[in-house]
């Protein structure tokens, strides 16, 4: 028997609007965009955000990995952050590039992160200030990661097989027609080249979207913990693999189960289903 | 050979550097709006549609005026991303006043050189929505034109 929570297991991860408008000029702050429309930050953003794309600027742009540690370094220093800053992500639907950015930065080891609480949308909505004025900063001298944690949060597809093999938990984030194999894409995107539809054998189907509100805000942490704990049956200590298309859907529910569930553990492969989809001799389940 | 109209945007476009290219189609995505049909417009035929290569619905509308020549009005949902707004105001500005079937005729390769490599490597799969849904339009018209005809 679970007692659901009535608080986040970090709450302090979560900002909302007004705290950006009081600290968004702190010298320790940083606030950055990402999205997955790639000129919606040119339209106009929040004062002082800088933008980090999170295909040109955290990916490799020749093998499918991300950017080495001192590139990672250099787009820090380039966006005047430093280690002791607080990055605060947001950026366009409910926040999964925010929330992938963030997975990234966690990647090279970056601790002070934060998300804005229902994203770009909310923030807009809410008829606050937006400006197309590039932010720059003077450059720092972020040092270069000595490692990066993919083996704490992120997983290969060899390890999405073993999870499978083992009956760990393995939740497919996508929705339900991609799980059940009857498309490839999400519904209103591209079909990008994938063979085979279905998901890994053994993953359990709970799409991203059911953590959050309308107003692209998380859901209370008891309505979390219902969803991922009691019927999803997932428990601390337990690895937990997430995935979903290309990584970005499932770096949501990353952040859901790590920050606001407290969940030990869990990793997101990112390789996710145009990986799976597309390898030779991976096993599918579909329906 | 392109219409002049849109080759002009396209030597615009190609003579911009990177930051320039983004801001100008920013600068058109605003524009898109203006697009939209104007009350007591009549039109020869009309396609509102959502599909699946874009994020919200999207209308076509086409005028073809006495001297056979084509006029596009688009209306845009609010989840249509920005680049498909610029090619929108893009397309219906270069494309207007040309017979539908130099528009069906055109090839598709101006698409890259207005949007830029980088872009069109982000968004290889959906730079080219507006110009397919505009040559939809167009080849249904002309296949009623000639239907037509044989009645």
């Not at chain 1, 189960?257 to 030779?280: H, I």
Request: charged share 30%; proline share 5%.
């Amino acid at each position: 028997m679970t007692t659901s929570p009535t608080q986040y297991a970090h709450p302090e991860v979560l900002v909302d609007a007004d705290w950006i408008e009081k600290h968004r000029n702190d010298n320790d702050v940083r606030i950055i965009e990402s999205n997955e429309d790639i000129l919606l930050y040119d339209t106009g953003h929040i004062p002082g955000a800088v933008h980090i794309d999170w295909r040109t600027d955290l990916q490799d742009q020749v093998i499918r990995d991300y950017i080495a540690p001192d590139k990672f370094a250099e787009l820090c220093s380039r966006n005047g952050i430093t280690p002791d800053t607080t990055c605060i992500f947001y950026g366009d639907k409910a926040n999964w590039w925010a929330c992938y950015a963030l997975w990234a930065f966690r990647l090279f080891g970056h601790e002070k992160v934060k998300i804005l609480n229902g994203g770009r949308d909310k923030w807009k909505a809410e008829g606050r200030t937006m400006t197309r004025e590039v932010s720059k900063y003077p450059q720092t001298n972020y040092p270069m990661p000595k490692k990066r944690f993919d083996k704490e949060i992120r997983a290969f597809a060899d390890e999405a097989l073993a999870q499978s093999k083992s009956g760990k938990p393995l939740i497919d984030v996508r929705s339900p027609g991609e799980f059940k194999g009857e498309i490839t894409h999400m519904a209103e995107y591209p079909q990008e080249g994938v063979l085979r539809g279905g998901h890994i054998p053994g993953a359990k189907s709970v799409p991203w979207k059911t953590a959050t509100n309308d107003d692209s805000t998380f859901k209370p942490a008891g309505d979390l913990a219902k969803i991922y704990l009691e019927q999803c049956g997932l428990k601390p200590g337990t690895d937990t693999v997430v995935y979903c298309r290309i990584g970005e859907r499932s770096s949501h529910t990353w952040f859901v189960l790590t920050y606001l569930l407290g969940l030990d553990n869990v990793r997101n492969y990112d390789g996710s289903w145009t990986e799976w989809g597309n390898k030779v001799g991976a096993p599918i389940e579909k329906g | 050979m392109y219409p002049p109209k849109l080759e002009a945007i396209i030597n615009l476009f190609e003579s911009l550097p990177e930051i320039e290219r983004r801001e100008t189609l920013v600068s058109y995505a605003d524009n898109a709006k203006q697009q939209e049909p104007r009350p007591g417009e009549k039109f020869a035929l009309e396609d509102v549609r959502k599909d699946e290569e874009c994020a919200d619905t999207v209308g076509v509308y086409l005028q073809v005026d006495d001297e056979g020549t084509a006029h596009f009005r688009m209306t845009l949902g609010p989840e249509v991303q920005t680049l498909t707004r610029a090619m929108t105001a893009i397309l219906c500005k270069g494309l207007d006043g040309r017979t539908p079937q130099e528009v069906l005729e055109l090839p598709s390769d101006f698409v890259t050189r207005i949007v830029g490599a980088e872009l069109v490597r982000v968004r290889s799969q959906t730079i080219y929505y507006v110009l397919t849904r505009i040559k939809g339009i167009c080849k249904v018209y002309l296949d009623r034109q000639r239907m037509a005809a044989v009645a």
